[in-house]
């Protein structure tokens, strides 16, 4: 079982940056595939970024490409989400989520925290 509690959001204006945090509990963090997804307002939860058990491949959606960064401390438990460059249509709730494996459903799911983009 893994808990996931994520933290960070917030308002910030067009061109800012954010960084969110996701920690885990549990001993086996290290052998979680972790991701970040948002929802905003009327729309389905979509993929932005995931990360390996390692750290060594990361992917991203085209729309965050070159503005956001995921990266993963397992000695801390915890994921992050560094967003660049923001922007009004980033503005959403963004969960973590965690798996075991490529290719599979995603597990366990935070509570989310709300990241408004406006000036």
């Known amino acids: 079982q893994v808990q996931l509690v994520e933290s960070g959001g917030g308002l910030e204006q067009p061109g800012g940056s954010l960084r969110l945090s996701c920690a885990a509990s549990?001993?086996?963090?290290?052998?979680?595939?972790m991701g970040w997804f948002r929802q905003a307002p009327g729309k389905e939860r979509e993929f932005v970024a995931s990360?390996?058990?390692?750290?060594?491949?990361?992917g991203y959606t085209d729309s965050v490409k070159g503005r956001f960064t995921i990266s993963r401390d397992n000695a801390k438990n915890t994921v992050y989400l560094q967003m660049n460059s923001l922007k009004p249509e980033d503005t959403a709730v963004y969960y973590c989520?965690?798996?075991?494996?490529?290719?599979?459903?995603?597990?366990?799911w935070g509570q989310g925290t709300q990241v408004t983009v406006s000036s």
């Open positions: 989520g965690a798996k075991r494996m490529v290719g599979t459903r995603w597990d366990y």
């Open positions: 549990g001993r086996t963090f290290s052998t979680y595939i």
């Open positions: 990360i390996s058990w390692s750290g060594g491949n990361t």
